[in-house]
């Protein structure tokens, strides 16, 4: 098997991390928050997209919900456009569903920048009276794409580590792997899905909620 389809295998395991006050207490039901906006790429950008899917589950947990998906965004884009504080200041959701890194690009010497770049994400979060961040790190790529997996991979280990080690007071961040949660579902070209796997997808991600 080629080594770099392995790589979100090797994640796997790592599941999800809680940062929390009272982590000890355990995760809070989605189903308590009232408002919840998932914000994401061009796997959030229509109803039946892995965002489409989430904000669904959301509005079956009996809460106001909003998509906010852009095609080609990652964390840096949104921090360096006005449509991250317009929406959060426009819907004030106290929960933050985030799917966000499969477009961040990352090298070695950018990860001390990529980890500021989180915290003010997280910040204007806080800011605008999120709760609790639930945070879906990026998917995988494979075949044409294949050579992408290494930037991803290191982009999900900096969102772990960082999301596990640092957080903004008073603000519950979950991070939850995604690579692993896509290892096995075929895309159509290599990074994207068709419906039958980003439905899958988001039925795998809902029960990491459950």
């Known amino acids: ?84 504080d317009r929406e959060l200041g426009g819907f004030r959701p106290d929960l933050l569903v985030v799917a966000l890194g499969a477009n961040d690009q990352v090298a070695p010497h950018q990860v001390d920048d990529y980890r500021n770049r989180l915290r003010r994400f997280l910040e204007k979060a806080k800011a605008a009276g999120v709760q609790e961040v639930i945070w879906f790190g990026p998917s995988k790529s494979e075949g044409a794409q294949a050579h992408r997996m290494p930037t991803r991979v290191r982009v999900a280990e900096t969102q772990r580590d960082f999301f596990r080690s640092h957080g903004v007071p008073g603000l519950t961040v979950r991070w939850i792997d995604t690579l692993g949660m896509t290892a096995d579902l075929a895309t159509r070209d290599g990074v994207h899905y068709r419906q039958p796997e980003y439905l899958e997808w988001s039925r795998r991600a809902q029960r990491s909620l459950t």
């Open 1 to 84: 098997m080629n080594p770099i389809i392995l790589l979100p295998l090797a994640l796997a395991g790592i599941g999800l991390y809680l940062l929390r006050p009272d982590a000890a207490a355990g995760p809070r039901p989605v189903s308590s928050f009232s408002r919840g906006m998932v914000v994401g790429d061009s796997h959030s950008e229509a109803s039946w997209t892995f965002g489409g899917r989430m904000g669904e589950f959301l509005q079956g947990r009996g809460l106001q919900a909003k998509v906010v998906g852009n095609r080609g965004w990652g964390v840096g884009r949104y921090l360096g456009s006005p449509v991250l």
